[in-house]
């Protein structure tokens, strides 16, 4: 279905992955991009169950912009195993203009298509996403 601010389609893949990273914990992360050409957002890269956070963080390009789903597992106070599905919105000041316009007026419709994400992150810079910050957001 095209995105009515944008005119984007979300391939079916993409909803099919996030459901078995939600369900079956097939991955640890999913980057997705959008394809030009298509006019599509698609599956860029799936992250292994046994990859980490710096594994995650590496994949996202330095110069485009990406959409992402991160599952982190963590600990809380109580000493409780819990995991999060954090939506990232990575756009890097580097990145071309255009870039930056389509997947900002894309990012909320796709989010809605992927239900069962807990919390987001919007980042211009590595920094602004390092594990610290993530992990404050699981409180």
């Known amino acids: 279905m095209a995105n009515s601010s944008s005119g984007l389609a979300v391939n079916d893949e993409c909803k099919v992955k996030f459901r078995e990273l939600k369900s079956r914990r097939t991955f640890r992360f999913i980057v997705f991009r959008i394809d030009d050409t298509d006019m599509e ?16 963080t590496d994949s996202l390009p330095a110069n485009e912009c990406r959409y992402a789903i991160y599952d982190l597992d963590f600990t809380t106070i109580e000493n409780c195993q819990k995991s999060k599905i954090f939506f990232f919105s990575w756009s890097p000041d580097t990145a071309r203009t255009r870039s930056k316009m389509l997947y900002a007026s894309s990012k909320d419709r796709f989010r809605r298509e992927l239900d069962g994400i807990q919390c987001e992150i919007q980042a211009t810079d590595p920094s602004e996403m390092s594990l610290d910050i993530v992990r404050s957001r699981t409180n």
Do not use: S
């Open 41 to 56: 957002i698609k599956v860029d890269r799936l992250g292994e169950p046994n990859q980490g956070y710096g594994d995650f």
